[in-house]
C-alpha cells in the first residue's frame, strides 16, 4: 500500500503515513461538509460556511494529492485563501446581533415611554373629569343659593294679587338668579378662551399637558415660535429669452404697465434676482400680489408676456440642520437611519415626511451637519423633539434659516457666484473696498449704513458685516421665516 508525507505542526514533513488513513482523514472533512444544513443558520449565513468548507476540503484534497508539506508556504497559502475568508463572515453575524439587540433596545424604550405616557395621559383625563365634576357642583350649588333666597320674596308677595305677581316675578328672578349665574358662565367662559389661547400659542405633546394639570415640571420646552406677521408676497418675473436680462430695462417695462393701468398698486419694494435680469415685486399679501399678477396678464403686450415667465412661488418648505453627523455617512444611509429609528419622521407607508437637501462640513473634521426640509405639516411636531436617534447616538438640531450673503461686496440677496462682475470685493471688518492702499478703519457694518439711510432704521453701525448679531442679518432672518410655511 502507497504512502504519502503529510504535514506537521512544526512546519516540516512527518513520517510517511499509510494512505487509507488519508482518505480517512479525507472523508471526515467530506461527512461534515454533508452534514450542513444553510438553512438551519440566519439569513445567508449558512450559505456561506457550506461554501467556505467546501473550498477548504478542494484544497485540502489537492494539497494531499500533490504530496505537500505543511511548511510556510502552504500556511501562508491556507490564510491567504481561506482563513481570511472566515472574517466576513464573522463581521456579517456580529452585524446581525447588534442589528437584533438595537431592535430590541428600541422596543424596550418605546414599551417604557409608551406605559409612562398612557399613565400620565390617564392622570391628566381624570383629573380633567374631576375638575368638570366640582365645576358643576358649584354651578348647582349657586342655583340652590338663589332658589333659596327666591322663597321669602313668594311668601311675600302671596297677599299680593296674580296681577303683581306676574309683572314682578320676572324681574325679582332677573335680579336675583340671572345675575349670579350670568357672572359664572362668564368666569368660566374667559377661563377656557384663556386656556385656549394658551393651547393655540405653544405646541405641547400630551405628556406635557398631563404634567401642566399637576403643576410639574415638563422638561425644556420647544423654543420654536412661528411668525405672528402674515406672510408677504412675493411675484417673480424671469426672463426666457437672452435678449431680455437686463434688469433695469425689465424693471422699467412692468413699472410703466402699473403706472399707466392701475397707480393704486402699493409694492413693498421692488428687488433683482441676480445672476438672470429678472425683478421682484413685494407686497404686503398673497392678495395683493395676485391682484398685481391680474393686472400684468391682463394689461402687457403679448409680445412682452411671451419673454417672460410670472409666477408666484411657493412658500418654501421649513428646514433644520442636522448636527455632528459622522462623515463616512452617506445620503442614502443617513435617510434610510432616521426613518428606522424616529417614528415621526414617516407616515404609515413609512414615506419619510422628510428630504435630505446639503451636508456643511463640521468644524471637526470628522462630521458633516446635514440640512434637512420638513414637510410643513409635521414641522412643529418634529421640531418639539429637539434631537433625532440615528444609529446609536441621538443628534441634536434645530431650525436652520440663513439668508444668503454675498462674500464679495457683503450684501444680502445672492451668493459671490451671482455678484455682480462690476463689484470690488470689500473688507468684510470696514466695509471699505480692499484695495493695495487699503486701510481697515475699525468694524462698520455697510448694510445696517444702508438701511438707516434707505428705510430710517436705527441699527447700530459699529460692528462687522459678518457679525451674527447684526440688526440687518436678524431682518433677513425674519423675512425668511414670513415666507416659510410652517403649516399653519
Same mark, same amino acid.
Given at each position: 500500500?502507497?504512502? &504519502?508525507?503529510?504535514?506537521?505542526?512544526?512546519?516540516?514533513?512527518?513520517?510517511?503515513?499509510?494512505?487509507?488513513?488519508?482518505?480517512?482523514?479525507?472523508?471526515?472533512?467530506?461527512?461534515?461538509?454533508?452534514?450542513?444544513?444553510?438553512?438551519?443558520?440566519?439569513?445567508?449565513?449558512?450559505?456561506?460556511?457550506?461554501?467556505?468548507?467546501?473550498?477548504?476540503?478542494?484544497?485540502?484534497?489537492?494539497?494531499?494529492?500533490?504530496?505537500?508539506?505543511?511548511?510556510?508556504?502552504?500556511?501562508?497559502?491556507?490564510?491567504?485563501?481561506?482563513?481570511?475568508?472566515?472574517?466576513?463572515?464573522?463581521?456579517?453575524?456580529?452585524?446581525?446581533?447588534?442589528?437584533?439587540?438595537?431592535?430590541?433596545?428600541?422596543?424596550?424604550?418605546?414599551?417604557?415611554?409608551?406605559?409612562?405616557?398612557?399613565?400620565?395621559?390617564?392622570?391628566?383625563?381624570?383629573?380633567?373629569?374631576?375638575?368638570?365634576?366640582?365645576?358643576?357642583?358649584?354651578?348647582?350649588?349657586?342655583?340652590?343659593?338663589?332658589?333659596?333666597?327666591?322663597?321669602?320674596?313668594?311668601?311675600?308677595?302671596?297677599?299680593?294679587?296674580?296681577?303683581?305677581?306676574?309683572?314682578?316675578?320676572?324681574?325679582?328672578?332677573?335680579?336675583?338668579?340671572?345675575?349670579?349665574?350670568?357672572?359664572?358662565?362668564?368666569?368660566?367662559?374667559?377661563?377656557?378662551?384663556?386656556?385656549?389661547?394658551?393651547?393655540?400659542?405653544?405646541?405641547?405633546?400630551?405628556?406635557?399637558?398631563?404634567?401642566?394639570?399637576?403643576?410639574?415640571?415638563?422638561?425644556?420646552?420647544?423654543?420654536?415660535?412661528?411668525?405672528?406677521?402674515?406672510?408677504?408676497?412675493?411675484?417673480?418675473?424671469?426672463? &426666457?429669452?437672452?435678449?431680455?436680462?437686463?434688469?433695469?430695462?425689465?424693471?422699467?417695462?412692468?413699472?410703466?404697465?402699473?403706472?399707466?393701468?392701475?397707480?393704486?398698486?402699493?409694492?413693498?419694494?421692488?428687488?433683482?434676482?441676480?445672476?438672470?435680469?429678472?425683478?421682484?415685486?413685494?407686497?404686503?399679501?398673497?392678495?395683493?400680489?395676485?391682484?398685481?399678477?391680474?393686472?400684468?396678464?391682463?394689461?402687457?403686450?403679448?409680445?412682452?408676456?411671451?419673454?417672460?415667465?410670472?409666477?408666484?412661488?411657493?412658500?418654501?418648505?421649513?428646514?433644520?440642520?442636522?448636527?455632528?453627523?459622522?462623515?463616512?455617512?452617506?445620503?442614502?444611509?443617513?435617510?434610510?437611519?432616521?426613518?428606522?429609528?424616529?417614528?415621526?419622521?414617516?407616515?404609515?407607508?413609512?414615506?419619510?415626511?422628510?428630504?435630505?437637501?446639503?451636508?456643511?462640513?463640521?468644524?471637526?473634521?470628522?462630521?458633516?451637519?446635514?440640512?434637512?426640509?420638513?414637510?410643513?405639516?409635521?414641522?412643529?411636531?418634529?421640531?418639539?423633539?429637539?434631537?433625532?436617534?440615528?444609529?446609536?447616538?441621538?443628534?441634536?438640531?434645530?431650525?436652520?434659516?440663513?439668508?444668503?450673503?454675498?462674500?464679495?461686496?457683503?450684501?444680502?440677496?445672492?451668493?459671490?457666484?451671482?455678484?455682480?462682475?462690476?463689484?470690488?470685493?470689500?473688507?468684510?471688518?470696514?466695509?471699505?473696498?480692499?484695495?493695495?492702499?487699503?486701510?481697515?478703519?475699525?468694524?462698520?457694518?455697510?448694510?445696517?449704513?444702508?438701511?438707516?439711510?434707505?428705510?430710517?432704521?436705527?441699527?447700530?453701525?459699529?460692528?462687522?458685516?459678518?457679525?451674527?448679531?447684526?440688526?440687518?442679518?436678524?431682518?433677513?432672518?425674519?423675512?425668511?421665516?414670513?415666507?416659510?410655511?410652517?403649516?399653519?
Amino acid at each position: 500500500m502507497g504512502k &504519502k508525507k503529510v504535514a506537521s505542526a512544526s512546519g516540516e514533513g512527518d513520517e510517511s503515513v499509510p494512505e487509507s488513513s488519508q482518505d480517512k482523514y479525507a472523508n471526515e472533512l467530506q461527512k461534515l461538509i454533508d452534514v450542513i444544513d444553510p438553512d438551519e443558520y440566519s439569513d445567508d449565513l449558512g450559505t456561506d460556511i457550506w461554501g467556505w468548507f467546501t473550498e477548504l476540503e478542494k484544497f485540502s484534497s489537492a494539497a494531499v494529492k500533490a504530496g505537500v508539506t505543511y511548511g510556510k508556504t502552504l500556511r501562508n497559502r491556507l490564510v491567504k485563501e481561506h482563513l481570511e475568508g472566515l472574517l466576513p463572515i464573522f463581521s456579517k453575524f456580529t452585524s446581525k446581533i447588534k442589528e437584533r439587540d438595537a431592535n430590541i433596545y428600541d422596543l424596550q424604550t418605546a414599551l417604557a415611554g409608551t406605559d409612562e405616557a398612557l399613565l400620565r395621559a390617564k392622570v391628566w383625563t381624570l383629573e380633567k373629569e374631576n375638575a368638570a365634576l366640582k365645576a358643576k357642583l358649584d354651578l348647582n350649588a349657586d342655583v340652590a343659593s338663589s332658589l333659596r333666597d327666591l322663597l321669602p320674596k313668594f311668601d311675600d308677595l302671596k297677599a299680593n294679587n296674580s296681577n303683581v305677581i306676574r309683572e314682578e316675578l320676572p324681574s325679582i328672578i332677573k335680579q336675583i338668579a340671572c345675575e349670579d349665574l350670568g357672572k359664572t358662565v362668564q368666569t368660566a367662559n374667559t377661563e377656557l378662551v384663556e386656556q385656549v389661547k394658551i393651547n393655540c400659542s405653544e405646541t405641547r405633546s400630551f405628556a406635557q399637558v398631563a404634567l401642566q394639570a399637576k403643576n410639574l415640571p415638563s422638561g425644556v420646552a420647544p423654543t420654536f415660535r412661528p411668525p405672528t406677521s402674515k406672510p408677504e408676497g412675493v411675484l417673480l418675473i424671469k426672463p &426666457k429669452d437672452e435678449t431680455a436680462r437686463n434688469h433695469e430695462t425689465n424693471r422699467k417695462i412692468f413699472v410703466e404697465v402699473l403706472q399707466k393701468n392701475n397707480p393704486e398698486v402699493r409694492l413693498r419694494g421692488i428687488g433683482k434676482i441676480h445672476g438672470g435680469g429678472g425683478i421682484k415685486l413685494i407686497a404686503a399679501s398673497l392678495q395683493e400680489v395676485q391682484a398685481v399678477k391680474d393686472i400684468l396678464l391682463e394689461k402687457c403686450d403679448k409680445e412682452v408676456l411671451e419673454k417672460y415667465d410670472i409666477v408666484i412661488p411657493n412658500r418654501k418648505a421649513p428646514q433644520i440642520i442636522l448636527y455632528n453627523v459622522d462623515k463616512e455617512v452617506e445620503e442614502g444611509a443617513l435617510k434610510s437611519g432616521l426613518i428606522a429609528k424616529n417614528i415621526t419622521l414617516a407616515d404609515g407607508n413609512n414615506k419619510p415626511h422628510f428630504q435630505i437637501d446639503f451636508s456643511i462640513p463640521a468644524r471637526n473634521s470628522k462630521f458633516n451637519h446635514w440640512v434637512l426640509s420638513v414637510n410643513p405639516k409635521k414641522f412643529s411636531e418634529i421640531i418639539a423633539k429637539e434631537g433625532l436617534y440615528f444609529q446609536f447616538n441621538r443628534l441634536r438640531f434645530k431650525e436652520f434659516v440663513s439668508p444668503r450673503q454675498c462674500r464679495k461686496c457683503f450684501a444680502f440677496g445672492h451668493t459671490t457666484k451671482n455678484c455682480d462682475p462690476k463689484s470690488e470685493q470689500r473688507c468684510d471688518r470696514c466695509g471699505d473696498v480692499r484695495g493695495k492702499k487699503h486701510r481697515c478703519r475699525g468694524p462698520y457694518c455697510i448694510n445696517c449704513g444702508e438701511s438707516n439711510k434707505k428705510f430710517r432704521t436705527n441699527f447700530r453701525t459699529e460692528h462687522s458685516c459678518l457679525d451674527p448679531n447684526c440688526k440687518s442679518l436678524n431682518k433677513q432672518i425674519d423675512l425668511i421665516r414670513q415666507r416659510t410655511d410652517y403649516g399653519i
